[in-house]
């Protein structure tokens, strides 16, 4: 078995007074560094009538605050070179900076104004509002985009999972900047808060700046709820006049903090992770009935899902269908050697390792894991668990999650209901 080398790590965790959590590792032989600032709300935090709603706070964030409109935010990012951006997805909204080393003061003081102070003015509300709905827009007019929330909808049910995290045009149509102002006020929070940082810094210099530019209030925020779902068999279908049919064929995952989930990755790298996976060689390769199919699961705190997405002309489908499905049901039979599954181990862990070259790529783990689980698995932690996943292990979890009666089949294209459910059966 080929094992990798320990990877070193220094991190910095410190938890204020008030709750902030504050973590740093230091990359003494480079001169960037990446800051982000964590928000504990995400999309499955909306209520059915604020359906995208920490989206459009994203966008407003940086419209400007008292002391500096949104041009003059942006002019003062790129006087110093510095990348700025911010995401939103179901659990969490991250603003983000990467910059040169000694301009860590200037960066902090401009977040900490657009996390504190942002405005959030009519007339920006109503402007980055039409700004959401082109991107909305944009997404329906992409079926590969389309066809995921169509899955999530599918299998969460009525999990707030389920929201599509731009939000539907409808809400964001209705959302008023009161509501908005108020949503985001009762997000913000010292114990609601993760400021994480990665590259050439000391972290009791980023302790001091912090403790100097960011006065939130520390106010009550109750802790988000757990939620469970039934596995459910479903077919959905959204018809449009286009070239190919896509569809995702999945079910639900496991957990965030689920020890399954690093044999999870391991088997669905074997089925649809990389070009020599099963579904790659056998769809694309083998019988070149589509250019893209590939798999992957999403964890959460409560929940997990598992993805399988192929894009190909409607004759097809139910041919990979077939293949995908009898892929599966190999492996439920024990039909894998060892050689398969340590090249794939050996893939996942050297993804995982070249991704730590970029301090953004830390940072996004590092902050991640303290908001959503209060602690960080090292690397060589992440890697001894993948190296301990064996040919058992992966038999095991395939017959555990995938069982027939809880299989979603969800399509976006010129196909039939009944085209899909033959496909389904098949």
Aim: positive net charge; contains cysteine.
């Amino acid at each position: 078995m080929n094992k990798t080398r320990e990877i070193k790590e220094i991190y910095n965790l410190t938890r204020l007074d008030n709750g902030l959590r504050i973590i740093s590792e230091k990359i003494p032989h480079v001169r960037s560094i990446s800051l982000g600032f964590w928000i504990g709300k995400g999309s499955r935090d909306e209520s059915e009538n604020e359906k995208g709603i920490t989206h459009l706070i994203e966008h407003l964030l940086f419209k400007g605050t008292p002391i500096r409109d949104a041009k003059q935010i942006a002019i003062e990012f790129d006087e110093i070179g510095a990348e700025f951006n911010a995401f939103t997805s179901k659990e969490y909204l991250c603003l983000y900076c990467k910059f040169l080393d000694q301009h860590l003061t200037k960066v902090i003081a401009i977040l900490s104004d657009v996390i504190i102070n942002s405005n959030f003015l009519k007339k920006d509300v109503n402007l980055e509002k039409n700004v959401v709905l082109e991107e909305i827009k944009s997404k329906n007019d992409a079926p590969s985009s389309i066809i995921i929330d169509l899955f999530n909808n599918s299998l969460f049910g009525k999990h707030p999972l389920s929201f599509p995290v731009l939000g539907l045009q409808s809400t964001v149509k209705s959302l008023t900047r009161d509501q908005i102002f108020n949503f985001y006020k009762d997000s913000i929070s010292n114990n609601n808060i993760v400021i994480a940082s990665v590259g050439n810094i000391e972290h009791e210099f980023l302790l001091n700046q912090i403790k100097n530019y960011l006065k939130i209030p520390t106010i009550f925020i109750q802790e988000r709820k757990k939620f469970s779902v039934t596995p459910r068999k479903k077919i959905d279908i959204i018809k449009r006049d286009i070239e190919q049919t896509h569809i995702c064929y999945g079910t639900l995952g496991v957990d965030r903090e689920d020890e399954d989930r690093f044999t999870l990755s391991v088997l669905l790298n074997i089925l649809g992770g990389s070009m020599s996976s099963r579904l790659f060689q056998e769809v694309r390769e083998k019988r070149g009935l589509a250019y893209s199919i590939f798999s992957y699961h999403l964890t959460f705190m409560d929940i997990g899902s598992i993805i399988i997405y192929a894009g190909t002309s409607t004759k097809n489908v139910e041919n990979i269908i077939k293949i995908i499905k009898k892929e599966i049901d190999g492996i439920k039979k024990g039909k894998i050697d060892k050689e398969e599954l340590e090249r794939s181990k050996n893939n996942i862990k050297g993804h995982l390792v070249l991704g730590l070259e970029e301090t953004n790529t830390r940072m996004i783990r590092i902050g991640k894991s303290i908001l959503s689980r209060n602690k960080v698995l090292s690397i060589n932690e992440i890697l001894k668990r993948i190296d301990d996943v064996s040919l058992n292990d992966v038999i095991r979890v395939t017959n555990t999650l995938f069982h027939e009666d809880s299989m979603v089949l969800t399509a976006v294209g010129p196909i039939t209901y009944k085209q899909l459910e033959k496909a389904y059966f098949a």
